[in-house]
T-cell receptor, first 111, second 113 residues
Framework: DQQVKQNSPSLSVQEGRISILNCDYT??????FLWYKKYPAEGPTFLIS?????DKNEDGRFTVFLNKSAKHLSLHIVPSQPGDSAVYFCAASGGADGLTFGKGTHLIIQP | GAGVSQSPSNKVTEKGKDVELRCDPI?????LYWYRQRLGQGLEFLIY????????KSGLPSDRFSAERTGESVSTLTIQRTQQEDSAVYLC???????????FGEGSRLTVL
């Protein structure tokens, strides 16, 4: 039973446009959400996070939006750059458990 | 070192052999996780250590898998009688707190022939 779902295995976006990566969760105990970015042959690296007391967190070109009622969060990257091409993992935590990851979305930025 | 260190970076083994993977977390990080990523798949949770609490082993796929951690330092993941489906990149991560930012190692790529 997947508690964190990233329904798009891949996403292709033109350079300069906005990339929107989506994530849905089922566990209402989750209260902290993170996005990780992974290049091939490297470990994932932290990108941005959001606490459930907020509905938006911004860091440069990256913004994460949280809709608690819909149990949905999204990562917006604008403008998209070639170096943004990577696999993006959504993760969530709450209660006594550690982080639960989604399966990832492969973002491809086209020139 | 400054980051999470994993060894070996690559391991090729024959089916039926045992393997041991090692993780050195960032000093002072109380939480340590093992994940694996099989080809074309996402991150699959294996086991989670938090301080001196009993580890969360709910992600271990079979009793051939086990992991230990000495205090808040090194962890080893052991796979006994390896099978071809165990082939994956095994990732270790640590964090200061239970829900804090995870810092990942570069992974140990295991290939079972």
């Amino acid at each position: 039973d997947q508690q964190v779902k990233q329904n798009s295995p891949s996403l292709s976006v033109q350079e300069g446009r906005i990339s929107i990566l989506n994530c849905d969760y089922t566990n209402s105990m989750f209260d902290y959400f993170l996005w990780y970015k992974k290049y091939p042959a490297e470990g994932p690296t932290f990108l941005i996070s959001i606490s459930s007391i907020k509905d938006k967190n911004e860091d440069g070109r990256f913004t994460v939006f949280l809709n608690k009622s819909a149990k949905h969060l999204s990562l917006h990257i604008v403008p998209s750059q070639p170096g943004d091409s990577a696999v993006y993992f959504c993760a969530a935590s709450g209660g006594a458990d550690g982080l639960t990851f989604g399966k990832g979305t492969h973002l491809i930025i086209q020139p | 070192g400054a980051g999470v260190s994993q060894s070996p970076s690559n391991k090729v083994t024959e089916k039926g052999k045992d393997v041991e993977l090692r993780c050195d977390p960032i000093s002072g990080h109380t939480a340590l996780y093992w994940y694996r990523q099989r080809l074309g798949q996402g991150l699959e949770f294996l086991i989670y250590f938090q301080g001196n609490s009993a580890p969360d082993k709910s992600g271990l796929p079979s009793d051939r898998f086990s992991a230990e951690r000495t205090g808040e330092s090194v962890s080893t993941l052991t796979i006994q009688r390896t099978q071809q489906e165990d082939s994956a990149v095994y990732l270790c991560a640590s964090s200061k707190t239970r829900s804090g930012e995870l810092f990942f190692g570069e992974g140990s790529r295991l290939t079972v022939l």
